[in-house]
């Protein structure tokens, strides 16, 4: 009687959980919804190249960086 018991609560909890993770998935589509039904999509194209330039600069910063190590100030 006593792990019916334990068995029935631990899936009562994953029921629980999964119930809450779905509320939330269900609030940040609506959220996520919302804010492409409000993008200004002439707004949002301009400024894709300029984010696209410099996500470029910084990833080849990085590797020029990650590439250094104490023998080059030798």
């Known amino acids: 009687m006593?792990?019916?018991t334990t068995s029935v609560g631990a899936r009562m909890n994953t029921?629980?959980?999964?119930?809450?993770?779905?509320e939330e998935t269900v609030a940040m589509t609506t959220a996520l919804k919302g804010?492409?039904?409000?993008?200004d999509f002439a707004r949002a194209?301009?400024?894709?190249?300029?984010?696209q330039?410099?996500?470029?600069a910084s990833?080849?910063?990085?590797?020029?960086v990650s590439?250094?190590?104490?023998?080059n100030y030798i």
């Open 2 to 4: 006593g792990s019916t």
């Open 15 to 22: 029921l629980e959980m999964t119930q809450t993770a779905n």
């Open 35 to 39: 804010s492409l039904e409000d993008l």
């Open 45 to 51: 194209i301009t400024q894709l190249p300029l984010a």
């Open 53 to 56: 330039t410099a996500l470029q």
């Open 59 to 64: 990833q080849k910063s990085y590797g020029k």
């Open 67 to 71: 590439q250094l190590s104490l023998f």
